[in-house]
């Protein structure tokens, strides 16, 4: 048996195998009331059915003025926990293990949901100013985030991901280029990962130890240096698990020729290497070969493989990796349909539908 085949534990959980299902937001498969839809429901019971060992259900907002659009997935209120719970049982039913992204936009928050507000007020995106948070109203998100774990819990899930890269609220904290702070809450490392390491405490008192928490984390922010500092101080605070990815934007950085992966997926070796075993390690970003996949596992680069696109593309690509099964290869297309700026018809997924016509259609 390959070692990808092989458990993994996460937390007090077992995992049956080395491939994740990586968060990917579905714009418009709901509405302004963030609730999980059965369209959700079959999506991510597909990639469970075919094997994949973790699910990880897509940036879900732990308030509404913090979300990336009117219809992104939400946890800020009780209402939404049965369909959550619905996902959470869906998943269980193939023996996968499922937490849920938390997620709030911070500077990124679309302008029909609240202000563009987060650390600092910095210049950011189109030479828009930010307003900066009291520390009254750092406060009151960073409870929101723990209440919103609390719910994940009552549906279900098997523990939560903070997201904390990819430019939103957590990652513009950790960000010294963004976050220009004085107070406790900026400054030196420790101060800039304050915010995520007090909801991370604070999900572990409120949910136990039994309960899963992660962090999609930076991989250089703005070197990869101190996107280890980072991280060593989320593992301090309790996190159980690393899933390390692309942040705001590192220094200039030297990488090393001839890599057989991509920049991102270094930065997760690097992390690995760095973390040495004291939480498990996942790399992401263009893993789309099966080989690929045990190559990375296969040479001790990373604990589990996260995978976004090719699993978009084809739920069977956990079978092909476990199994050598066949499966309908993502095309590279770059723009991917779950895009909210730019529609976009996913080829894979439409030569997969003629021959499975159980699959959710997302072309419709």
């Known amino acids: 048996m390959r070692k990808i085949n092989t458990p993994i534990r996460i937390g007090t959980k077992t995992?049956?195998?080395r491939i994740t299902f990586a968060p990917t937001v579905k714009f418009d498969w709901t509405d302004s009331s963030g609730m999980p839809t059965e369209r959700?429901?079959?999506h991510y019971e597909d990639r469970a059915k075919a094997g994949t060992g973790l699910i990880c259900v897509e940036a879900t907002c732990v308030i509404p003025d913090g979300r990336l659009a009117p219809s992104q997935l939400g946890l800020w209120d009780d209402a939404q926990i049965d369909g959550h719970a619905k996902i959470a049982e869906a998943c269980h039913k193939h023996g996968a293990v499922v937490i849920v992204q938390i997620h709030h936009g911070g500077y990124n928050t679309h302008p029909a949901c609240g202000p563009s507000k987060g650390p600092s007020i910095v210049e950011w995106r189109e030479h828009k100013m930010t307003q900066e948070l009291t520390k009254d109203e750092i406060i009151k998100i960073r409870d929101q985030f723990i209440e919103a774990a609390i719910r994940a819990k009552k549906a279900g899930y098997d523990g939560v991901q903070l997201h904390a890269c990819h430019s939103y609220l957590?990652?513009?904290f950790v960000c010294p280029r963004v976050n220009l702070r004085t107070d406790e809450y900026g400054g030196n490392t420790k101060n800039r990962a304050r915010f995520a390491c007090e909801i991370i405490r604070g999900i572990r008192q409120a949910c136990g130890k039994d309960f899963i928490?992660?962090?999609?984390?930076v991989g250089a922010e703005p070197t990869v240096e101190e996107a280890w500092a980072i991280a060593d101080e989320y593992i301090e605070a309790g996190v159980d698990y690393l899933q390390?990815?692309?942040?705001i934007g590192p220094e200039e950085i030297k990488y090393p020729e001839g890599l057989p992966y991509s920049h991102?997926?270094?930065?997760?070796t690097k992390m690995h290497e760095h973390v040495k075993g004291r939480v498990p390690v996942s790399v992401v970003h263009n893993i789309l070969e099966p080989e690929m996949a045990h190559y990375l596992i296969d040479n001790d680069l990373a604990d589990t493989i996260d995978s976004a696109r090719a699993l978009l593309a084809d739920p069977n690509w956990a079978k092909a990796v476990l199994d050598g099964d066949s499966f309908?290869?993502?095309?590279s297309c770059k723009i991917c349909f779950w895009s909210p700026f730019m529609p976009h018809k996913c080829p894979a997924v439409a030569e997969r539908y003629k021959t499975d016509p159980d699959c959710v259609d997302y072309n419709k």
């Open 264 to 268: 991102i997926v270094w930065y997760g």
């Open 40 to 42: 959700f429901v079959r």
């Open 328 to 331: 309908v290869k993502c095309r």
């Open 170 to 172: 957590i990652n513009q």
């Open 244 to 247: 390390v990815s692309s942040g």
């Open 213 to 217: 928490i992660s962090a999609r984390t």
């Open 15 to 17: 995992v049956k195998n």
